[in-house]
C-alpha cells in the first residue's frame, strides 16, 4: 500500500490493478478502472497514478483541484516511472530521470531542471531527489529537525546527514 492520506488510500494488487478506498467527497477515488498501474499516491482530497507501460507510462488524476494538482498533472508527453502526492502538490520522475512539479508548489521552489534523478519523496512543504551520477541527494524546502535549512533551490546534501 501506498501511504494513505488524511481521508482515502490506495493500494496496488500484484497485477497491477488498483484497489482504492476511504472518503470519496471529491472523486479522489474515481481513478480510470480497466488500467494497470505501476504506482500509486495520495495527496489530501487527490490521488495521482502511472499507467502500465503498454497504456504509455502515463499519469492519472482525480479529486479535489483547487491547486490544480489534478488538472495540471502530465499529459502523456513523457514515460513516467514514479510519483508522489503530498497535501496538494503532485510529482512525477520521468524515465530519463527529469522531475515534474505540479500544484500548490513551494513559493519560489522550483523543479530540478536537469535529468538523471533515480527517486522523489514528497512531503507536504519538502521535496527530495536522488541524483544517479553522484548517488547524492537533493531537498528543497525546510530540512530538519534540528536547526531548519530552508532550501529555495534544489541543494545537495552531503552523505554524512544521511548517515548522522
Known amino acids: 500500500m501506498k501511504s494513505p492520506s488524511n481521508n482515502h488510500a490506495l493500494a496496488l494488487r500484484s497485477d497491477g490493478t488498483l484497489v482504492a478506498w476511504g472518503n470519496n467527497s471529491y472523486g479522489q477515488l474515481n481513478l480510470p478502472t480497466g488500467v494497470k498501474y505501476t504506482d500509486v499516491d495520495a495527496g489530501t482530497d487527490f490521488s495521482l497514478a502511472i499507467s502500465e507501460v503498454p497504456t504509455g507510462g502515463t499519469v492519472s488524476a482525480a479529486g479535489r483541484d ?24 503532485g510529482t512525477a520522475l520521468t524515465h530519463n530521470g527529469t ?15 536537469d535529468a538523471g534523478y533515480t527517486d522523489i519523496a514528497l512531503g507536504p512543504d519538502w521535496g527530495f ?4 551520477s553522484t548517488e547524492e541527494l537533493y531537498v528543497t524546502g525546510p530540512l530538519g529537525p534540528g536547526e531548519p535549512v530552508d532550501c529555495v533551490e534544489p541543494s545537495r546534501i552531503g552523505a554524512e546527514v544521511l548517515i548522522g
Open 99 to 113: 522531475i515534474m512539479l505540479w500544484g500548490k508548489t513551494l513559493p519560489g521552489v522550483p523543479a530540478p531542471t
Open 129 to 132: 531527489a536522488i541524483k544517479e
Open 66 to 89: 483547487d491547486y490544480g494538482q489534478v488538472s495540471n498533472a502530465p499529459k502523456g508527453e513523457d514515460y513516467y516511472i514514479a510519483i508522489e502526492a503530498a497535501d496538494s502538490t
